[in-house]
């Protein structure tokens, strides 16, 4: 079946550091690909989507592209502020459009 | 506004004792789903809804009943809970790319 790996946390970083979170996934046809994030005490909020190779998501300074050849949406910023600490997942919208796979989370702490 | 809501939030209970979840929606979506999220396994879906009456099962259903008498609501049932139930519990309305995630609901099994 799909699935997601997206690497293993928690990630500590200071403020102004550069941020790469890796994820990949195995499915098969063409799947969308999405981050979502989930903030303290929170629920889940989409970050950011691309739904075809090639595309690239950006939202909140933070950009993954959708590569099909290496089968990765990794999440990267520039430069992270107290204000990112927070959990992130990968996930996969199946063929059908109807039921999301998730990462396992990856928990980011950025320190001042 | 678009909306999830999920009550309680935070639950302690007893191994045995029912108790419902409730979920509730605003946007009208025909589509609503139950995940679970445990540490290190990302969210699970417990089952999902199609529209009023049509529910099935997802990759955890066990332990778990649901039912959608009206489109807004999608209660989440434990008849007999147990400790590894123990879980932070999500509610999403919407399907695809428009899917929308209540705030959870943190249960605690004893």
């Known amino acids: 079946g799909d699935s997601v790996t997206q690497m293993e946390g928690p990630v500590t970083l200071s403020e102004e550091a550069f941020l790469t979170i890796n994820c990949t996934y195995t499915a098969t046809g063409y799947p969308s690909l999405f981050w979502y994030v989930q903030y303290p005490g929170e629920g889940l909020q989409l970050l950011l989507k691309?739904?075809?190779?090639?595309d690239k998501g950006s939202n909140k300074g933070f950009e993954a592209t959708y590569r099909k050849e290496t089968t990765s949406f990794h999440l990267e910023k520039g430069s992270v502020q107290v204000s990112d600490s927070a959990v992130y997942f990968c996930a996969l919208l199946d063929n059908y459009g109807q039921n999301f796979v998730f990462g396992p989370g990856t928990r980011l702490s950025v320190l001042p | 506004e678009a909306q999830v809501t999920q009550n309680p939030r935070y639950l302690i209970t007893v191994t045995g004792k029912k108790l419902t979840v409730t979920c509730s929606q605003n946007m009208n979506h025909e589509y609503m789903s139950w995940y679970r999220q445990d540490p290190g396994l990302g969210l699970r879906q417990i089952y999902y809804?199609?529209?009023?009456?049509?529910?099935d099962k997802g990759d955890v259903p066990e332990g778990y009943k649901v039912s959608r008498k009206e489109k807004r609501n999608f209660p989440l049932i434990l008849e007999s809970p147990s400790p590894n139930q123990t879980s932070l519990y999500f509610c999403?309305?919407?399907?695809?790319?428009?899917?929308?995630f209540g705030p959870g609901t943190r249960l605690t099994v004893t």
């Open positions: 999403a309305s919407g399907r695809g790319y428009e899917q929308y």
């Open positions: 691309a739904t075809k190779a090639d």
């Open positions: 809804s199609m529209n009023v009456e049509v529910t």
